[in-house]
């Protein structure tokens, strides 16, 4: 799963990042500086996303059996049956 969050964080930064380069380069003295800190926004946050949480998962020891969920918690578990 490490491995699909991990892709995923990277494609949606990826394209994030293909618009905040448009903005940074064409959007004019108006929208650089705000183009520049959405830019250091992501850097920090694919870098949080990717080693920091799950470094912090795995010192907590959470497991794969621990993010299933149970009989109950599963969608419609909680409704009655039509009749």
């Given at each position: 799963?490490?491995t699909?969050?991990m892709?995923?964080?990277?494609?949606t930064s990826g394209?994030?990042?293909?618009?905040l380069?448009?903005?940074f380069?064409?959007?004019?003295?108006?929208?650089?500086?705000?183009?520049t800190?959405?830019?250091f926004g992501?850097?920090?946050?694919t870098?949080?996303?990717?080693?920091i949480?799950?470094?912090v998962?795995?010192?907590?020891?959470?497991?794969?059996?621990d993010l299933?969920?149970?009989e109950?918690e599963?969608?419609?578990?909680d409704l009655d049956?039509?009749?």
């Amino acid at each position: 799963s490490l491995t699909q969050t991990m892709s995923r964080t990277i494609i949606t930064s990826g394209t994030t990042l293909l618009v905040l380069l448009a903005l940074f380069f064409k959007g004019g003295a108006l929208i650089h500086g705000f183009a520049t800190a959405l830019l250091f926004g992501i850097f920090i946050g694919t870098y949080s996303s990717i080693y920091i949480a799950s470094s912090v998962a795995l010192m907590l020891g959470i497991s794969k059996e621990d993010l299933m969920p149970t009989e109950v918690e599963k969608e419609g578990a909680d409704l009655d049956p039509l009749p």
